[in-house]
């Protein structure tokens, strides 16, 4: 069993930054892709920024230059720096890591989400 619990959502204001982590514990073997992905109303959920194991990112052109994402291979753990937060960049974020269980399972796992309001 592997639980994702995610913390660092919030309200701000245009132009500001919060940060998001993630971290993943329980029956893990050893984590591949880390990522974020994002849901507003009314939309498609979409991915924000991943990362693999051995450090090679993107992101959404959208966040691109705004947005980074980097992770903690000892903490099994993912970050969102988020600067210059935009109105549009309010969502649910989800982070979402593909992972091999100690049964040697590949596994795909979400977390709660958590809410990011940006305020004009």
């Known amino acids: 069993q592997v639980q994702l619990v995610e913390s660092g959502g919030g309200l701000v204001q245009a132009g500001g930054s919060l940060r998001l982590s993630c971290a993943a514990s329980?029956?893990?073997?050893?984590?591949?892709?880390m990522g974020w992905y994002r849901q507003a109303p009314g939309k498609q959920r979409e991915l924000v920024a991943k990362i693999t194991s051995g450090g090679m990112t993107n992101y959404a052109d959208s966040v691109n230059g705004r947005f980074t994402i980097s992770r903690d291979n000892a903490k099994n753990t993912v970050y969102l720096q988020m600067n210059s937060l935009k109105p549009e960049d309010t969502a649910v974020y989800y982070c979402?890591?593909?992972?091999?269980?100690?049964?040697?399972?590949?596994?795909?796992?979400w977390g709660q989400g958590t809410q990011v309001t940006v305020s004009s």
């Open positions: 979402n890591v593909g992972l091999r269980t100690t049964w040697d399972t590949s596994v795909s796992s």
């Open positions: 329980g029956s893990i073997r050893s984590i591949n892709s």
